[in-house]
Structure formats: structure tokens, C-alpha cells
């Protein structure tokens, strides 16, 4: 059986890839801005913290990464991905691949360093890239499974 390519099939190719590009550029533009919210929201409460309270440095970073977290979670789950499946199965996902995203980040930041290929800062750079990635990656494939559409 053979194939026969047209400039049709071609252009019908062409248009299906570039529908694909934009779905899921407003997907990661998405993620982005959570991202960017959850960020913002951690060192809000950690500056709350740290000027209102008396917590130690370190369970105040705690409870504002929890805080941030759950900001991240909810914002992904009803606005970046819109997901229908089952909220308590989700969260569990999201925050293994959120312990793994940091895992993997902290490893390729130490080899970097390591390595002694790069400045601390731009090694940190990179590993967030990387990282960043990778979570969006696990989310829009495992944790909330969009990857099927």
C-alpha cells in the first residue's frame, strides 16, 4: 500500500502540529503564572512570618512552602489543567513529583557544582530549568494526566 503526500496532507499536517504547539504553549504559560503565584505566595507568608511572629527560620520556611504548595496544587488542578480526576489521587501526585522535581534539582545543581562548570548562581539556573521542566512534564502527564487528549 502505498502513500501518497499532497501539499494538502502536508498542510493539514503543518496545521494539526501548530494546534498542538499553541494547546500546549497556553498550558505552560499557565503553569508559568502558577508558578509564578505560588512563588510569590511563599515568600508573602514567609516575610508575614518573620516580621509577626516568633516562628524559627526554618519551620517558618516550612509552613510557607505548605502554604505555597497548596496554592500551587488548587491553581493547577482547576485552572492550568482543569482536571476531572479524583482530587485526594492528584495531590498525591503532585507532591511526589513536586519531592521528585526538587530531588532532581538539588542532583544537578551538586554536579554542576561539582563539575566546576559553572558559577553557583548559573548552575542553580540551570537545575531550575531542568527541574521546572520536568515538573511540568509529570504534571501534565501523570499527575493530572492531560497527556491523553
Avoid at 508558578?35 to 527560620?57: D, E, N, R, V
Wanted: charged share 10%; proline share 2%.
Amino acid at each position: 500500500m502505498k502513500v501518497k503526500i499532497t501539499k494538502d496532507s502536508l498542510s493539514l499536517n503543518a496545521r494539526a502540529i501548530h494546534n498542538r504547539a499553541i494547546y500546549l504553549a497556553r498550558y505552560i504559560l499557565k503553569f508559568g503564572t502558577v508558578a509564578l503565584l505560588a512563588t510569590i505566595t511563599h515568600f508573602l507568608f514567609l516575610w508575614i512570618m518573620f516580621t509577626y511572629t516568633s516562628f524559627a527560620p526554618l519551620w517558618a520556611n516550612l509552613l510557607a512552602y505548605c502554604i505555597a504548595f497548596n496554592v500551587s496544587f488548587f491553581l493547577n488542578f482547576k485552572w492550568t489543567f482543569q482536571s476531572e480526576k479524583d482530587p485526594t489521587e492528584a495531590a498525591v501526585k503532585f507532591l511526589l513529583a513536586s519531592l521528585f522535581a526538587m530531588f532532581t534539582n538539588s542532583c544537578i545543581f551538586y554536579a554542576l557544582i561539582l563539575a566546576g562548570w559553572f558559577e553557583p548562581f548559573i548552575s542553580a539556573c540551570i537545575a531550575v530549568i531542568f527541574s521546572a521542566t520536568l515538573m511540568f512534564l509529570l504534571t501534565y502527564f501523570w499527575a493530572f494526566n492531560q497527556g491523553k487528549t
